[in-house]
């Protein structure tokens, strides 16, 4: 999700609320304690220089019950963050600690905004040998895999 959809989502928000990949909620006295811009330079395992940006919110469940996070802050933080920092319209990464500290990507269900899985990947996989497509497998080689036995040749 954009940084652009946050906002247009917040604008039409009377509350927020964070939901984890389990269903869970985020505490609802969560803070959001860094409102970032995140640059990573780096080289896959192909060898190609690659540069990614990403807009971070750290969220921090606090036991502070009695300062809720508003859409309007949320908001203000933002925009403050966008003119600091130059942050540009870009993909949302979402840190929030349970046992440690997850990386999150963000979807909004129009209640909630939907912490997602992130998922690591080769990018390189013409290098690497790796197929995108896995090959499929005909009846015939499907049923000598199951009936492969322990030194029988087939495994």
Known sequence: MKLSKVKA????????????PNGELVPSHFHVTEVGKITKHFIDCGGTERNEEVVNFQLWNANDYDHRLHPEKLLNIIELSEKILG????EIEVEYQAETIGKFGLEFDGNNFLLTQKLTDCLAKDSCGISDIKPKKSAVELKNIINCTPGGGCC
């Open 9 to 20: 989502a917040l604008q039409q928000s009377e509350t927020i609320s964070f939901q984890l």
């Open 87 to 90: 942050i540009a319209d870009l």
